[in-house]
């Protein structure tokens, strides 16, 4: 069984930056590709980023895209999101999500393991 679990949310001002961590357990990590995704209250869950098993690899969403960054170090089990210029429409729950199967990936069905989340909040 694989867990995730993430870490770095809070509270900050538009404009400000936070660092997102996910670090995962039962499996070596270099064997996953894996994905941060957000969930607003009212909304569906959406992709936020992607990164491949070896991070070559990124693929963002339109709506982050030159803002966040997300990396991942193998040697620690960790996949990070930097979030940067933050508005108050990126208040959310951030997911983190390994997908044992495929390379990196948009789609929320496409992950088998997802952390419980780390809330966001960004005042205007």
């Known amino acids: 069984q694989v867990q995730v679990v993430e870490s770095g949310g809070g509270l900050v001002q538009a404009g400000g930056s936070l660092r997102l961590s996910c670090a995962t357990s039962g499996r070596t990590f270099s064997y996953y590709a894996m994905g941060w995704f957000r969930q607003a209250p009212g909304k569906e869950r959406e992709f936020v980023a992607t990164?491949?098993?070896?991070?070559?690899?990124?693929g963002y969403a339109d709506s982050v895209k030159g803002r966040f960054t997300i990396s991942r170090d193998n040697a620690k089990n960790t996949v990070y999101l930097q979030m940067n210029s933050l508005k108050p429409e990126d208040t959310a729950v951030y997911f983190c999500?390994?997908?044992?199967?495929?390379?990196?990936?948009?789609?929320?069905?496409?992950?088998?393991?997802w952390g419980q989340g780390t809330q966001v909040t960004v005042s205007s």
């Open positions: 999500a390994a997908r044992s199967s495929g390379g990196s990936s948009t789609y929320v069905d496409a992950y088998d393991y």
């Open positions: 990164i491949s098993r070896s991070g070559a690899n990124t």
